[in-house]
């Protein structure tokens, strides 16, 4: 009894991690990214050879990692105006919409 109880905590303890963190792996190890939406996509990216095509196809990641601070996972996919780009990207997720 004590088994299954304990797998059932484990399991709640997991599908939460999934539902509200990103793990991703870079140069510089393993990361623990918060998702800006709670849900079941890209719960583990390696991130390591990641192109500008790569980041452009994850934009919720890129924001992810914008909001949390770890900017040295972009360094992999060096490219003039990137973080630029993405730090726009994530400006344009959290402006208050006007008021109509």
Request: hydrophobic residues 40%; aromatic residues 10%.
């Amino acid at each position: 009894m004590t088994r299954l109880i304990f797998g059932m905590v484990l399991g709640g303890l997991l599908v939460y991690g999934a539902m509200n963190y990103h793990v991703v792996r870079g140069r510089e190890g393993v990361f623990l990214v918060p998702k800006l939406q709670s849900d079941l996509s890209a719960i583990y990216t390696d991130v390591r050879d990641f192109t500008l095509q790569d980041w452009r196809g994850n934009p919720t990641l890129a924001a992810a990692i914008m909001q949390s601070n770890r900017t040295q996972l972009f360094q992999d996919a060096t490219h003039g105006g990137f973080v630029e780009t993405v730090d726009h990207t994530v400006e344009r997720l959290f402006r208050p919409s006007p008021v109509r």
